[in-house]
Structure formats: C-alpha cells, structure tokens
C-alpha cells in the first residue's frame, strides 16, 4: 500500500484572517481489484485504517467499490448484478456502516 500526504494546506489567495480550526482531513482510498471478496475487503479496511490512523476524518473509497469495474472485466467472469444493490442495506452500505 502506498500513502501519500499533504500535511498543510496550502495558503489560501481568499482569506481574510486567520483560520478558527483545524482544516478537515480528507483521504481518499484507491484499491486493486480482487477476486476473493474477504481479501478485497481486508485491503479497503487496511487503506481505511491507515487515512485514520494518519488523521484522516473523512474517507472516500472509490466507485463501484466493492465491484469489479465493468470495462476491465470479462463479463463471464463477474457477470453483472441483475439489479443494483439496495442503498441502505446493501453489502457496500454494510461495509462501510
């Protein structure tokens, strides 16, 4: 796994006096493809876990995230759902709650 970081932010053109709070910590988590769902999970919980552990208080996983992209992958492989998951109690809902 790869961490990049920008600790400070960089000065603003627009302020007009000094900052109130600490900026937000933001990470964004980038993750290979793969094929065992637990290990795919396991890989998304460690790149969580290192954007936390390094301050982070947001954390954004990418799109289709607990899928396989669609323009990469053989459909005979990893046929597409029939239906898209439910938003609320579906498996990327439940990973990330």
């Known amino acids: 796994m790869r961490l990049i970081t920008a600790y400070n932010p960089p000065a ?14 933001v990470a964004a988590v980038q993750q290979r493809w793969h094929r065992d769902p ?5 890989a998304l919980r460690e790149g969580i876990r290192l954007a936390a ?7 954004c996983l990418q799109e289709l ?3 396989p992209y669609f323009a990469v992958v053989r459909k005979a492989d990893h046929p597409a759902p ?3 998951e439910e938003l609320l109690t579906g498996p990327t809902f439940t990973f990330a709650a």
């Open 53 to 59: 552990a390094e301050g982070a208080r947001v954390v």
């Open 12 to 25: 603003s053109p627009t302020r007009t006096r000094p900052a109130e709070r600490s900026p937000l910590r």
């Open 65 to 67: 995230t607990l899928s």
């Open 82 to 84: 029939a239906a898209p």
């Open 38 to 42: 637990d290990e795919h999970r396991a």
